[in-house]
């Protein structure tokens, strides 16, 4: 399966990875700045493999920083959230029939993996990070509250992140909740 992307825009993902891009159905998502940030992908690549990854981080910002997240133990914490706040997991879970749908909707790979530990865990912060910023700041909680904790750590406000994404404080989280301190970001 393929759809017609700007061979520009393919460039520039290739520069992002450091290699070809595979399966690239669209630009999902694009950075303030311009670049491309997130990559909507087919759930079988050409060679027939199957890419259950709908949404595929490239911004080599946002990918550094989504590691650097995971370093701090951002996942450990949110899993712990997931076990401990109903509404929360209710959330999670309509994210994950939500990938699926969204998924299954290009082609349907017969399973109920979705992505980044949806329902149960948080596994992936890339996964979370770039399904937040295709979708938007009202579909899955933890990718936007994810989403605003690299807007605040990198300061990629503005550049890599929306502007008016929601901020740590109107989501309830901060910084001081993480241990950063393997996890600085260097200029």
């Avoid at 969204?102 to 349907?108: G, M, V």
């Avoid at 406000?157 to 910084?175: F, K, N, V």
């Amino acid at each position: 399966m393929s759809a017609y992307v700007d061979p520009a825009d393919i460039a520039a993902v290739a520069n992002q990875l450091g290699r070809t891009p595979r399966g690239v159905l669209e630009i999902s998502y694009r950075c303030p700045d311009g670049a491309p940030g997130v990559v909507k992908t087919a759930p079988r690549l050409d060679d027939g493999t199957p890419f259950p990854t709908l949404y595929y981080l490239t911004d080599p910002r946002l990918t550094a920083e989504a590691s650097r997240l995971e370093v701090a133990h951002v996942m450990k914490q949110m899993t712990q959230r997931l076990a401990e706040d109903p509404d929360l997991r209710a959330d999670y879970q309509r994210a994950h029939e939500h990938y699926l749908a969204q998924r299954n909707a290009i082609e349907d790979l017969g399973t109920e993996f979705s992505g980044g530990g949806m329902p149960d865990r948080v596994k992936c912060l890339h996964v979370l990070i770039a399904y937040a910023l295709a979708e938007g700041p009202d579909r899955v909680r933890l990718g936007t509250e994810a989403v605003a904790l690299a807007a605040e750590h990198a300061h990629l406000r503005g550049t890599a992140i929306p502007a008016d994404w929601p901020t740590c404080a109107e989501l309830g989280i901060t910084l001081e909740d993480f241990d950063f301190s393997n996890a600085e970001v260097h200029p």
